[in-house]
Structure formats: C-alpha cells, structure tokens
C-alpha cells in the first residue's frame, strides 16, 4: 500500500476511540511474555499504543510502561482506562523519549502502519542495546469454520491480510520488521503464536468489526451493508446465534533484538 493511502486508513480510528477502546481484544499473556523473552531490563514503550489494550497487559505483568499514540482521541482513551501510566503523543518516526531509555519497544496491531524506513532508526535509537523489538496482532483462527465463512462474508474490508491466521504469516513477516538488512540495527526476526479468545455476542463482534480502519472509511451506506451481511450470518449459525461465545482467536508475534 502506498503511504498516503495508509495514513488514511492509520488516521481513521480516532473517530472511533471509544468503540474501539470497548470492543477491541486484549493480547494473550503468553504471547506478550514471548514478545518481551531476553529484554535487558523492565522499561517497556507502547509505541502506537491506541487505547491501551496492549499497555493493559503491561501494566499486569508488572513492567515499567510508557505509552506513544499519534491520535489524540485514542490518547483520552487510554488515559481513560489506564490513569496511571505515562501516555505521551507521539509516533513511531518521532518517539518523544531519550536515546537508550527502553529495553523493549513492542507494538499492538499498530506495526503495519509504521514507515519503517524513518521509524527502525527512532526504534533503534530508544532501545537500549540488546533490547526488544515486537509487533503483536490479533488474528481471527479461520481454521473453525464459521469464522472463514464470516470472513468470507465480511471480505478483506473488514478482516484484512493481517486478520486471520490462514493470511497473517505471509502478510506480515519480516516485510515490517527492520531485519539484518535494516540499517545494521537489527538481527533476524522470529515468528510465534499463541492461543488467545474474546468473548463476542453477534452483536459486540459485529461493533468489533465496525472498528476496522478499511471499514471506517467505507461511505456510510456501503459500511451499513456490510455490517449488516456480518450481523445477517452471525444470528444465522448456530455456534453464534444463541447469545455469548467465545471468538478464536490467535496472538502471532514477531520479535527482533537491537544489536
């Protein structure tokens, strides 16, 4: 995608900060802990941090976070849901803290709307040597088969590339992540998933949904149709149709060391 097409769709979600701050998944701990495997010390930055759904996991584990978002909505959000930690407005190509003051940078769906070519040098620069740098993503397991068919549904607006685990590997790989190539800062990238679930009715998933940028930026009438083909099938099978269930759901991570 070229830049300007995805700064619209990265600029998109503050309109929907609340939604997405009440909808959106938190990230399985396990995948979290993985992400954070070797980091030298506790100083952990959220770069790109929405509305605090990985900086929620942070803060449980205990570590020393630091929040950066670009969207001042998100940013109230955040400040919101989590009042005690340090949340400041910034982004990945211009990170607001001193050189070396991290030991780990990781990022919440929020990787794939980096420039990497400014930002790798602002993450290097921030890291600590020997620090960790990860990106996390949610992704639907369309391997159960109402969530392909919801996926199929729904189409690419709504669950991207990077949104079920049949796609997410190839979508997103070292294609983000500023590997050995990458200025010299970085060694290779390493790739993992764990298990993880939210608790959705037809309904809530389908506000979840609501929440993509591809559909945020959809007219208003194309988005209601879409949404509603979405709510149409969820009331329609019956592993979704009866009330609360639980969406599978996959962390996948991609983890890489400043050298």
Do not use: C
Request: proline share 5%; aromatic share 6%; no cysteine.
């Amino acid at each position: 995608m070229e830049q300007g097409g995805r700064d619209v769709l990265a600029s998109s979600f503050g309109a929907a900060a609340a939604d997405y701050a009440a909808h959106r998944p938190d990230y399985a701990p396990a995948a979290v802990s993985w992400a954070l495997a070797g980091a030298p010390g506790p100083r952990v930055l959220d770069l790109g941090a929405g509305t605090g759904k990985l900086a929620g996991n942070l803060v449980a584990m205990g570590v020393d976070v630091v929040a950066v978002e670009p969207d001042s909505a998100m940013l109230v959000e955040l400040r919101r849901g989590l009042p005690g930690i340090r949340a400041l407005p910034g982004s990945a190509e211009g990170i607001p803290l001193p050189d070396g003051s991290v030991d780990a940078v990781l990022a919440g769906n929020a990787l794939h709307w980096f420039d990497m070519d400014v930002a790798s040098a602002e993450i290097a620069r921030v890291l600590a040597p020997g620090g960790v740098f990860a990106g996390l993503w949610n992704v639907m397991d369309d391997s159960v088969e109402w969530v392909a068919g919801l996926a199929r549904v729904a189409g690419s607006a709504a669950i991207g590339v990077r949104d079920t685990v049949s796609s997410w590997r190839g979508a997103t790989a070292a294609l983000h992540l500023p590997g050995a190539g990458g200025l010299g800062r970085f060694g290779s990238a390493e790739q993992a998933e764990f298990a993880h679930g939210q608790r959705r009715t037809a309904e809530s998933l389908v506000a979840t949904l609501s929440t993509r940028a591809g559909v945020l930026v959809m007219p208003t009438q194309e988005r209601e149709a879409l949404l509603g083909r979405a709510r149409a099938f969820l009331t329609s099978v019956p592993a979704t149709a009866g009330g609360e269930f639980t969406l599978p759901l996959m962390t996948g991570v991609l983890r890489t060391r400043r050298l």
